[in-house]
């Protein structure tokens, strides 16, 4: 069996974007300052195991809930627009419009609740920020060219 090259990508190429509300149409802008990035897909499914299944657990792959939970960390900038953007959307308690950006070209857009959203600033050091999003609604897969 033939070996297959596999293209790496730097970390710093996968990246969580958000649309801005005010540009129509729609113009996504990574957050800035971002260090660390983390996409759990969960698929929850349905356990149908019955009398006839001869004591081995069965599963219906289409049943169950499908989400990503996503958390972010990273050096907040206020001045950036994708910080902005995060930052207004936790307070008003909105829907974000996301998309990952994958190093090797594919993309998942989706919506987001902003489930916590703290910053912190130590007197010696800079501001930094983490968030926890869960997607909301459909999750749309693009791959790569």
């Known amino acids: 069996m033939p070996y297959t090259t596999i293209d790496s990508a730097s970390g710093r190429d996968f990246q969580i974007q958000v649309a801005d509300p005010d540009v129509s149409?729609?113009?996504y802008v990574s957050i800035?300052?971002?260090r660390n990035t983390s996409v759990t897909a969960n698929n929850s499914p349905v356990d149908?195991?019955?009398v006839l299944s001869a004591g081995f657990s069965e599963w219906d792959?289409?049943?169950g809930i499908q989400n990503f939970a996503i958390s972010t960390s990273g050096i907040f900038d206020s001045?950036?627009?994708?910080?902005q953007i995060l930052d207004q959307a936790n307070r008003d308690r909105v829907l974000l419009?996301?998309?990952?950006?994958?190093?090797?070209?594919?993309y998942y857009y989706f919506s987001v609740v902003i489930n916590t959203f703290a910053r912190e600033g130590?007197?010696?050091n800079v501001e930094t920020f983490t968030c926890s999003m869960t997607s909301h609604?459909?999750?749309v897969y693009v791959p790569a060219p």
């Open 32 to 34: 800035g300052g971002l």
């Open 61 to 63: 792959p289409d049943g």
């Open 25 to 27: 149409p729609s113009s």
């Open 97 to 106: 419009e996301c998309r990952i950006a994958s190093g090797h070209g594919d």
């Open 122 to 124: 130590a007197y010696d």
């Open 48 to 50: 149908i195991t019955n």
């Open 79 to 83: 001045r950036t627009t994708g910080a």
């Open 137 to 139: 609604g459909r999750i």
